[in-house]
């Protein structure tokens, strides 16, 4: 990484407290969806399938399955839509094996 990249994002202080969670854990993600003029809170809830990245530019990809189809998005840890990251059930508590990254589960019809 560059070394003025590396100054810059050691100077910034990431506002946000952030829940300790792992690739395995079920998730909710509140993001502010901004509709013409109206901004609202949406959540969404699924399993958190992959970590990439550290620092400012960490994210993270949670799955869930919406009307039997599969459905992934990818979210920015410390990004302003992102509101508040929720740690519904941790790996320990479910069947998944501890992985880095999950992508097996796309495999999965459940």
Same mark, same amino acid.
């Given at each position: 990484?560059? +070394? @003025? /990249?590396?100054?810059?994002?050691?100077?910034?202080?990431? @506002?946000?407290?952030? +829940?300790? !969670? !792992?690739? %395995?854990?079920?998730?909710?993600?509140?993001?502010?969806?901004?509709? %013409?003029?109206? /901004? *609202? $809170?949406?959540?969404?809830? #699924? /399993?958190?399938?992959?970590? @990439?990245?550290? %620092?400012?530019?960490? $994210?993270? $990809?949670? *799955?869930?399955?919406? =009307? #039997?189809?599969?459905?992934? *998005?990818? !979210?920015?840890? =410390?990004?302003?839509?992102?509101?508040?990251? @929720?740690? /519904?059930?941790?790996?320990?508590?479910?069947? !998944?094996? +501890?992985?880095?990254?999950? =992508? =097996?589960? *796309?495999?999965?019809?459940?």
């Amino acid at each position: 990484m560059h +070394p @003025k /990249v590396a100054a810059l994002e050691s100077e910034i202080k990431p @506002k946000k407290e952030i +829940p300790e !969670f !792992f690739p %395995g854990d079920e998730l909710e993600v509140h993001i502010r969806v901004q509709e %013409g003029e109206k /901004v *609202r $809170t949406q959540v969404f809830t #699924g /399993v958190c399938i992959a970590r @990439k990245g550290a %620092g400012l530019r960490e $994210t993270f $990809t949670v *799955r869930k399955i919406s =009307y #039997g189809e599969g459905v992934e *998005r990818i !979210f920015p840890i =410390y990004s302003p839509n992102v509101v508040k990251i @929720k740690l /519904v059930k941790s790996r320990k508590d479910n069947r !998944f094996a +501890p992985r880095a990254k999950m =992508y =097996y589960l *796309r495999k999965k019809k459940r």
